[in-house]
């Protein structure tokens, strides 16, 4: 598990735009968080400093009592491997069948060929996939892309789990079947934030909501350490 404290953090890219304006905010160690926000108020670049894709112009990020604000471009890759991504539009290479798409970040991690197998397997009967290991991305359906897309995340059991509007192509029941996932590996303990607009559906969840607006907090429902 692992906790999430945002202090001030702002971030202003070169053509001046200020996409976060100083943001503080903590997530607890095993939480589930909803960031909401129309298109633009920044949950986006959010998610992308805490994955370490965009670097903070003012500000610190801790994870753990770690300043990943301020880790530096050796020490990043150690940082990722606790952290696991879903995109909306997927990320699965098209020339590699679905046992491929999940084991990659293990293979990066030079795992050994038996514990990859045992925990792609492992990662294919939670997301409900067993048996379609070997096909390709284009015999899935979207819903069964994206379930690839979160086995992929979570398959190096990551301490912290992120996705970016991981439901926006998909359909009622599919999305609410995809928000089920997640709350089963945030009950395993994994620290949860998912930025959705889908406001019913999230409001449906009764789970702490952080709300964004023109890269401000605008509101904070639930149990939130935020201001």
């Keep these: 598990m692992s906790s999430i404290v945002f202090e001030r953090v702002t971030k202003r890219f070169e053509n001046g735009q200020e996409a976060l ?62 952290v696991g991504v879903v995109f909306q539009d997927h990320h699965l290479l098209p020339e590699h069948n679905v046992f491929d798409n999940i084991a990659l970040p293990l293979r990066i991690k030079h795992f050994a060929e038996r514990e990859v197998s045992s925990r792609v397997r492992g990662a294919l009967g939670r997301v409900e ?7 390709m991305p284009g015999q ?49 303990g994994t620290t949860v934030v998912i930025a959705s607009h889908d406001i019913g559906l999230i409001e449906s969840m009764q789970t702490p909501t952080l709300n964004l607006t023109a890269g401000r907090i605008a509101a904070v429902n639930g149990d939130l350490n935020a201001s």
């Design 140 to 188: 899935l359906s979207t819903g069964e892309q994206q379930r690839v897309g979160i086995a992929r995340a979570v398959v190096g059991r990551p301490k912290i789990l992120l996705a970016d509007e991981p439901t926006g192509n998909l359909d009622p029941d599919l999305a609410r079947s995809v928000m089920e996932l997640f709350c089963q590996f945030n009950e395993l």
């Design 21 to 82: 304006s100083e943001i503080s905010v903590e997530f607890a160690s095993g939480s589930m968080t909803f960031l909401t926000g129309h298109s633009g108020a920044g949950k986006s670049t959010f998610l992308r400093l805490l994955i370490g894709a965009e670097a903070v112009t003012r500000g610190q990020i801790y994870v753990d009592d770690v300043d990943i604000s301020r880790l530096g471009a050796r020490r990043m890759p150690w940082y990722r491997r606790n």
């Design 129 to 135: 996939l067993r048996g379609k290991e070997h096909l």
